[in-house]
């Protein structure tokens, strides 16, 4: 479940959460076969619980100060002794790293404990759980329909379970994300609205600057930092100056559940071939066919991905100075 919380509260509201979580892992145990379903849902549950009562409270993990412990490789088996670091760190490619950051320290020593007190079994259950929840669409089939959309009307107010079409389409944007974005570009986002976008993003920056001006209530120190800020601010419209490459993403027909394990196999692999790199700042934390936008404080970026620049939201024949003065608003 989404949270600490969720596990530890004794509020009458999270007592619901438990009872609707509990049946739909009883029902995920049962189509993998296990033998006694609501048992191994228990005991699932049972062991969530002591790992949620390690982790840290939310406001905690907030703190970025206390979130950020930067170890060496020394560091990091003197501070969680219940893993084989060596052993893990291979065998999850990361053999060669020798700097990490560890968030929630006393969580991660409290709760690898558990490694070592509680039974095999459980664990073996916990984890045969978690990989079947966590490739949804791979392996549920109608049968899980009831169980799925209880436990998403207790935690997110989700009436239904979305149609398969949908949940598909997400799929495909998660594995895929980039490759679909580059067709829905092609077909959906004429280099034209690009450059009318890249106009307008242009005119505001320009009228945000004269204004920094002539504010009578900003002190010299403060505009001389809000100019400098606008002056690395950097607006991406549309899509990525460069696709992600796919092609060591192998997909066959026929086979979902191994093409999801690939995918994120492939991804995974691709965020450790990052490691000792310089940050790339020109990846998207979006997909182009994303009706959405977000601003990165961290690297003073904003992005616009293709699908909200359309009608109503961006309309490359409307008058310039009215789609103007929707944006500014």
């Given at each position: 479940?989404?949270?600490?919380?969720?596990?530890?509260?004794?509020?009458?509201?999270?007592?619901?959460?438990?009872?609707?979580?509990?049946?739909?892992?009883?029902?995920?145990?049962?189509?993998?076969?296990?033998?006694?379903?609501?048992?191994?849902?228990?005991?699932?549950?049972?062991?969530?619980?002591?790992?949620?009562?390690?982790?840290?409270?939310?406001?905690?993990?907030?703190?970025?100060?206390?979130?950020?412990?930067?170890?060496?490789?020394?560091?990091?088996k003197d501070m969680i002794r219940a893993i084989d670091w060596d052993l893990f760190l291979a065998a999850a490619g990361l053999g060669s790293v020798q700097h990490f950051v560890v968030k929630e320290t006393t969580a991660l020593q409290d709760g690898t404990v558990l490694l070592d007190t509680e039974p095999v079994e459980a664990w073996k259950q916990y984890l045969a759980f978690h990989i079947a929840a966590?490739?949804?669409?791979?392996?549920?089939?109608?049968?899980?329909?009831?169980?799925?959309?209880?436990?998403?009307?207790?935690?997110?107010?989700?009436?239904?379970?979305?149609?398969?079409?949908?949940?598909?389409?997400?799929?495909?944007?998660?594995?895929?994300?980039?490759?679909?974005?580059?067709l829905y570009v092609a077909k959906f986002f004429p280099r034209d609205s690009k450059v009318k976008m890249d106009e307008l993003v242009a005119n505001l920056n320009k009228a945000m600057g004269e204004r920094l001006l002539a504010l009578t209530w900003m002190d010299d120190t403060t505009r001389a930092a809000a100019q400098k800020k606008l002056s690395t601010f950097e607006p991406r419209v549309g899509y990525p100056a460069k696709w992600r490459d796919y092609g060591a993403y192998t997909v066959e027909q026929r086979k979902l559940f191994e093409n999801v394990r690939a995918g994120q196999k492939f991804e995974w692999n691709r965020q450790v071939a990052r490691l000792g790199q310089t940050v790339d700042r020109a990846e998207w934390g979006m997909n182009a066919q994303t009706v959405n936008a977000y601003y990165n404080e961290l690297m003073n970026q904003i992005t616009f991905p293709a699908a909200i620049l359309q009608p109503p939201f961006f309309d490359p024949n409307a008058d310039r100075r009215s789609t103007m003065a929707r944006s500014a608003q």
């Open positions: 479940m989404p949270d600490r919380d969720f596990y530890l509260d004794k509020n009458e509201r999270f007592g619901g959460y438990r009872a609707a979580y509990k049946t739909y892992v009883t029902r995920i145990m049962e189509l993998i076969g296990d033998r006694d379903p609501a048992a191994s849902a228990d005991t699932v549950i049972a062991l969530e619980t002591k790992i949620a009562t390690a982790h840290w409270e939310r406001a905690k993990r907030r703190d970025v100060l206390a979130t950020n412990n930067p170890v060496d490789r020394a560091g990091l966590r490739t949804p669409t791979a392996c549920r089939n109608r049968s899980t329909k009831p169980a799925s959309t209880s436990t998403g009307k207790r935690l997110n107010g989700q009436e239904v379970q979305r149609d398969r079409w949908k949940r598909g389409v997400a799929l495909l944007d998660d594995l895929l994300g980039e490759g679909v974005g580059e």
